[in-house]
């Protein structure tokens, strides 16, 4: 749980108490490689700090090489079906580990009471708000206004350690080309 206490001492100041009373609510989750831990159509009820691995968000599809890849978390980010969590509606997507990934998590419920008890909670909940928007309004940015090749190259740029830990297919996904698409764009970088 420090790593997290770590992340927001480095963006506010944090009472002994309303850490004390935020820590009470969080549960540390492992998944294994390969975990789906939020199903389509399931209600998202947590918002979770990853401490370490990497996640996917997708839309999925029966047939495999169908499926959308619209995100990527990771370590010392935040995440969650954001819009789900937020209207306690099924989930319209899916959220996948892609290595063993430890996340600590708090509830819906649990969240609403930090909200009410600390001050600390307004502050999660609008740095959640804030990573998860700008990550939507990038990818959307990057897919009206940059190349295929350019997508791929500025992905690897920001994120070079992606190559070894995420298939070239959810990757093809991400970028919105096909997977010959981007085995065509490799070859030629």
């Known amino acids: 749980m420090e790593q997290i206490k770590e992340y927001l001492d480095q963006i506010a100041t944090i009472s002994k108490f309303d850490w004390d009373f935020f820590n009470s609510k969080l549960k540390r989750r ?3 490689k390969k975990t789906i831990f939020l199903k389509l159509n399931e209600i998202e009820n947590h918002i ?11 839309i999925p599809n029966e047939d495999p090489d169908k499926e959308t890849t619209f995100g990527f978390s990771f370590e010392n980010q ?8 937020l209207t306690q509606k099924p989930s319209a997507y899916q959220l996948q ?4 990934t430890t996340i600590v998590s708090i509830t819906y419920a649990d969240l609403q009471e930090v909200y009410k008890t600390t001050q600390i909670g307004n502050l999660i909940g609008r740095l959640t708000a804030e990573r998860l928007f700008l990550i ?13 090749k350019e997508r791929y190259l500025r992905l690897f740029k920001e994120r ?9 297919k959810y990757i093809s996904s991400y970028i919105g080309v096909t997977a010959q698409a981007l085995s065509r764009i490799r070859k030629r970088i």
Request: hydrophobic share 45%; charged share 20%.
């Open 97 to 100: 580990s892609l290595t063993e």
């Open 48 to 58: 979770s700090f990853i401490e370490s691995g990497v996640v996917r968000l997708f």
């Open 30 to 32: 492992v998944f294994q």
């Open 160 to 168: 070079p350690e992606l190559l070894k830990v995420i298939p070239l």
């Open 78 to 85: 935040f995440i969650s079906a954001y819009d789900s969590f």
């Open 136 to 148: 939507k309004s990038k990818r959307e940015q990057n897919l009206l206004n940059l190349s295929a």
